[in-house]
């Protein structure tokens, strides 16, 4: 062969070579790709993928083993598993994901949203909570006298030895929900078990206070249908470790209904004094949810809002938006996710007071301002504010009104005089004003909160009638009290109380003519305004 010929021959061997090298090189990158555009297209399609997810589970599982890498092949996957409702698969496919692709926030946002959906999943594991249950079920307990802490003078005497109350106790403390029972007594729960397997778990303790008392401990006994499948002495030794937890399994008894009772009986001693037993969170749960709280989806969803550069603020606004459009329910669940975040806790829980006040949910409402209160980590709201909410609420939304429990809760929003927005500020001294007007208080000290309020806010018209009212009552001078309600009239022409007060005063002056004037225009603006129709009936009868 020439010299030339194999020159060419070489050259065409490398051009094969190079040829079957791209296509190596290319192939499983082009077949992933199709795999994943014809996944996309069956995910892009919300009724075939709810009448057969397969095809799209196949093609992006091709995808994936064509190209390990392919960081979009696990995103879709973790969205049909999500479809589907196999959040742990979704969890995978998506933590996959965000580890190729670090810098995605919206990885990270929807691996969080997964994170949430698994946490309403494990909520609905919750199958019984027994403390909160304790009103439905039957107790048995001697008709014999006992000093506990729960004994009521108008109660059961049952009260004496069950009870639903809080024990703190090693190793985490605070204020764990408690079955309180005094041996011998009997709590008897009907249940209708589901047919997934469920476990009843709870923590047994002795009250703290009772721990130096003399006494051999309580034993804890478990029965279903009679039938007792868990019996343990908690001695006084180990109570004063703390809680121990427990389990017991109920999967025998899965799907049907059960009688389920906790019994507290003395010690091997029979020695009962000092027994104030508790069983710490008693609860019927999902025996699959212990597995799945270990795994801190809660703490690893807030890891993900964190990666992706949201912040409690974020959530807090979205909340603003939505509440204001009185979505409420979806407001919560903002204001919820800000609380998780753990900055600016007392911003989440003012905000979820404001939407409990729109719900109409006064004592919610009350306590998410004493959560706010209590909390005391204030970054854009006004540590005044759940105060001032406070005082609004007993003042105006409670039957009957707690005008003491609102004074109390101005002066102290006056006292800590940080208001979110000056507006609130000039109300709470106008609301403090009108009730220290409403209880005969001292003239003088009203009109200085009615006039604060208007040198915070001069458009403050219902601070403007009521100062002119106080000035009448206080001075008796009509012409000052006139020229301060005029005021409030040329801010707010609609509003109907100008015209009262002032058919008021002008009765006080025997004006009756202007004051009937004034009592027509009220209930011009108003028909309803019964005051306005009686004053001006009496009026006419005076004639």
Same mark, same amino acid.
């Given at each position: ?81 999500? %479809? +589907? ?42 199958? %019984? ?34 009870a639903a109350t809080t024990f703190s106790l090693p190793p985490n403390y605070g204020d764990r929900p408690t079955l309180f029972m005094h041996p011998p007594s009997w709590v008897t729960y009907t249940l209708t078990l589901p047919a997934q397997p469920a476990t009843l778990r709870f923590g047994m303790g002795l009250d703290p206070q009772t721990h130096g008392w003399p006494g051999d401990g309580a034993t804890f006994e478990v029965f279903v249908n009679g039938e007792r499948i868990f019996l343990e002495h908690l001695n006084k030794t180990m109570a004063q470790e ?16 059960? &009688?389920? &009772?906790?019994?507290?009986?003395? !010690? ?30 809660? $703490? ?19 909340? @603003? ?7 409420? *329910? ?22 979820? !007071? ?6 109409? $949910? ?5 306590? &998410? ?6 909390? *005391? &980590? ?12 406070? #005082? ?16 109390? $809760? ?13 507006? @609130? ?7 403090? #004003? ?9 003239? *003088? ?5 009615? +006039? ?33 309600? +005029?005021? %409030? ?26 004051? %009937? ?16 129709? +009686? ?9």
């Amino acid at each position: 062969m020439s010299r030339h010929k194999a020159v060419r021959w070489l050259c065409w061997i490398a051009f094969i070579a190079a040829s079957l090298l791209i296509l190596v090189l290319v192939t499983p990158y082009l077949v992933s790709a199709y795999h994943l555009e014809a996944g996309g297209r069956v995910l892009d399609n919300p009724e075939l993928l709810a009448y057969n997810p397969l095809p799209a589970l196949a093609h992006l599982q091709k995808a994936i083993e064509w190209q390990p890498d392919n960081a979009q092949a696990y995103r879709l996957l973790g969205q049909v598993h999500r %479809a +589907q409702g196999d959040l742990l698969a979704a969890v995978e496919a998506l933590t996959r994901y965000t580890e190729l692709r670090p810098d995605n926030p919206l990885g990270h946002i929807e691996l969080a949203e997964v994170y949430e959906a698994v946490e309403a999943e494990m909520r609905a594991m919750h199958l %019984a909570d027994l403390v909160a249950a304790l009103p439905q079920a039957a107790v048995e307990a001697p008709d014999v006298p006992l000093d506990t802490p729960y004994a009521r003078p108008d109660g059961p005497a049952w009260h004496r030895y069950v009870a639903a109350t809080t024990f703190s106790l090693p190793p985490n403390y605070g204020d764990r929900p408690t079955l309180f029972m005094h041996p011998p007594s009997w709590v008897t729960y009907t249940l209708t078990l589901p047919a997934q397997p469920a476990t009843l778990r709870f923590g047994m303790g002795l009250d703290p206070q009772t721990h130096g008392w003399p006494g051999d401990g309580a034993t804890f006994e478990v029965f279903v249908n009679g039938e007792r499948i868990f019996l343990e002495h908690l001695n006084k030794t180990m109570a004063q470790e703390g809680w121990h937890e427990r389990t017991v399994d109920l999967a025998p008894w899965a799907g049907q209904e059960v &009688a389920l &009772a906790l019994a507290v009986t003395p !010690g091997p001693a029979a020695d009962s004094s000092g027994d104030w037993a508790g069983w710490g969170e008693p609860q019927v749960v999902d025996v699959r949810l212990p597995a799945l709280e270990a795994q801190g989806f809660g $703490a690893r969803m807030v890891d993900e809002w964190l990666r992706a550069g949201l912040t409690a603020k974020d959530f807090i606004n979205a909340g @603003e938006e939505v509440r204001k459009a009185k979505h409420y *329910d979806e407001a919560l669940a903002w204001y919820e996710r800000a609380v998780r975040m753990g900055l600016g806790l007392s911003d989440s829980w003012y905000y979820n !007071g404001l939407v409990h006040e729109g719900m109409e $949910a006064w004592e919610e409402a009350l306590s &998410a301002y004493e959560r706010a209160i209590g909390t *005391d &980590a204030f970054t854009n709201v006004g540590q005044s504010s759940p105060h001032y909410r406070k #005082g609004v609420i007993y003042q105006w939304r409670l039957e009957p009104r707690q005008t003491d429990a609102a004074l109390t $809760a101005y002066e102290a929003a006056i006292e800590v005089g940080d208001f979110s927005v000056d507006w @609130e500020a000039a109300d709470c001294h106008h609301k403090r #004003g009108e009730i220290l007007w409403w209880t005969g208080g001292d003239p *003088d000290e009203y009109i200085a909160e009615y +006039q604060r309020a208007i040198e915070l806010n001069p458009n403050h018209a219902s601070a403007h009638i009521l100062l002119g009212v106080a000035y009448y009552i206080r001075y008796k001078d009509a012409a000052m009290a006139e020229a301060e309600i +005029q005021q %409030a009239m040329e801010l707010s022409p609609q509003n109907y109380w100008v015209y009262y007060h002032l058919g008021e005063i002008y009765c006080q002056e025997g004006q009756v003519d202007k004051a %009937a004037v004034m009592y027509e225009r009220a209930l011009e603006i108003d028909p309803e305004f019964e005051a306005a129709r +009686q004053r001006l009936q009496a009026l006419g009868e005076s004639e």
